[in-house]
């Protein structure tokens, strides 16, 4: 596609239950990042992807959360048993991944808002 | 973190100018990177600095003073559409560290 796609855009849950998050990045981009902005606070970092390497899951703020990124493309978050704390828009991201400057360019999705009732 | 400092708001006058400081505590970095973010929408990459010094787009300019640690975002000739929070982040390696970001005003 022309941009990063998110799905869903909106999601409300019940404190408790499991959501899934999608992000389909720029076709070519072999990066793949998540991150997490609550109301009024920067972006947190969560995960990063780069090709078919390991995974940075040094964000990921408990074992609550958890992404996988199939084929190289296509990433989903999910988490587990959602907590009131975790309302807030999930943004998924990707870039060229190739080093030097170009790594830090990165293409944003508009976002998954996620409300945890 | 980076401990990324940036001011909370900034309020000026369509036509002016604006400068957003952004601050940090940390010594080895790749590049200093600025982001536009509006209200509702996803961040939109702006401006990078790799060397100290100033780096002009147009009506932006962002500098950089690695030996001071401190960054800036220079906004001219202000237009309504400006008005946006401004995020300033440091990558290091792969890893994009964002600041809380600056939201700015633009007034007629």
């Known amino acids: 596609g022309a941009g990063v796609s998110q799905s869903p855009s909106n999601k409300v849950t019940e404190k408790g239950k499991d959501v899934e998050l999608r992000c389909d990045p720029i076709s070519g981009h072999t990066a793949l990042y998540w991150y997490r902005q609550s109301l009024g606070q920067g972006l947190e970092f969560l995960i990063y992807f780069q090709g078919n390497s390991a995974p940075d899951k040094s964000g990921l703020p408990s074992d609550r959360f958890s992404a996988e990124r199939t084929g190289g493309s296509v990433s989903t978050l999910t988490i587990q048993r959602t907590q009131q704390e975790d309302s807030a828009v999930y943004l998924c991201a990707s870039s060229f991944g190739s080093g030097g400057m170009a790594t830090g360019e990165l293409f944003f999705g508009e976002g998954s808002r996620l409300t945890v009732l | 973190g980076q401990n990324i400092d940036q001011p909370t708001e900034m309020t000026a006058t369509e036509g002016a100018i604006v400068q957003i400081n952004c601050t940090y505590q940390?010594?080895?970095?790749?590049?200093l990177f600025w982001y536009q973010q509006h209200a509702g929408e996803a961040p939109t990459f702006l401006s990078y600095n790799v060397l100290d010094g100033l780096e002009e787009k147009g009506r932006f300019s962002s500098f950089l003073s690695r030996s001071k640690g401190y960054s800036y975002l220079l906004l001219k000739e202000l237009q309504m559409k400006d008005s946006a929070s401004y995020l300033c982040?440091?990558?290091?390696?792969?890893?994009?560290?964002f600041g809380a970001g600056t939201t700015v005003t633009v007034r007629a």
């Open positions: 940390t010594s080895g970095f790749n590049g």
């Open positions: 982040a440091i990558l290091q390696g792969y890893k994009l560290s």
